[in-house]
C-alpha cells in the first residue's frame, strides 16, 4: 500500500520519531514542486511533521518552527523546503509582502503550518494533510494522528 493510501485511511503514530519517519517516507512520494498543509491545533506535531519532511529532502540542518520569522528556508539534496508557519498572518493578502515566491524556485516543497489562516492563497493540487493527538484526556502526547484531508 502507498503512503498517499495509507495517509487516506489515516495513521497513528506512537512517537515522535515515528511522526517524522512517515513524514520521511511522504517526502519521498511528493512531485518536484509540492504544497504541503498540515491542519490541527496547536502541539499536535506539525512543526515535527515538517522535521520529517525535511530529513526526507535530505536537509541536515536543525528545523524549527518559524513562528517568528514567519518561514524559513533549508536546502536538501534535490530540492530546497520552505517552512512556512502561517500564525501570526491575518489573511493571504500579508504574505505578498514577504516575497516568498522569491523561493518557489522548482523543485521545491511548502510545508505550511496553520494553512487556514492564508486558504485563498494555497495553489491548486495542495496536499492537505489533518494532525491531531491520539488519547483519550486530549493532552499533549507523542501519538498523533495524521489523515489526508
Known amino acids: 500500500m502507498t503512503i498517499v493510501s495509507r495517509l487516506k485511511q489515516g495513521i497513528t503514530t506512537e512517537s515522535a520519531e515515528q511522526t517524522r519517519a512517515l513524514a520521511a517516507e511522504l517526502a519521498a512520494a ?3 514542486e509540492a ?3 498540515l491542519h490541527g491545533d496547536m ?3 506539525k512543526t515535527t511533521f515538517v522535521q520529517g519532511l525535511a530529513h526526507g529532502l535530505g536537509v541536515t540542518e536543525r528545523v524549527t518552527s518559524p513562528t517568528f520569522a514567519i518561514y524559513s528556508v533549508h536546502h536538501g539534496r534535490n530540492r530546497r523546503l520552505i517552512h ?3 500564525y ?3 489573511n493571504e493578502h500579508q504574505i505578498e509582502a514577504l516575497l ?3 523561493f518557489l524556485v522548482k523543485p521545491y516543497c511548502l510545508a505550511i503550518e496553520w494553512p487556514e489562516k492564508i486558504g485563498a492563497w494555497l495553489p491548486a493540487g495542495t496536499i492537505h494533510l489533518d494532525l491531531s ?3 483519550g484526556d486530549g493532552l499533549a502526547t507523542d501519538r498523533h494522528r ?3 484531508r
Open 30 to 32: 511528493l512531485p518536484p
Open 35 to 37: 504544497t504541503v498543509a
Open 43 to 45: 502541539g499536535v506535531g
Open 84 to 86: 512556512l508557519d502561517a
Open 88 to 90: 501570526r498572518l491575518e
Open 100 to 102: 516568498l515566491e522569491e
Open 133 to 135: 493527538i491520539v488519547g
Open 146 to 148: 495524521v489523515q489526508w
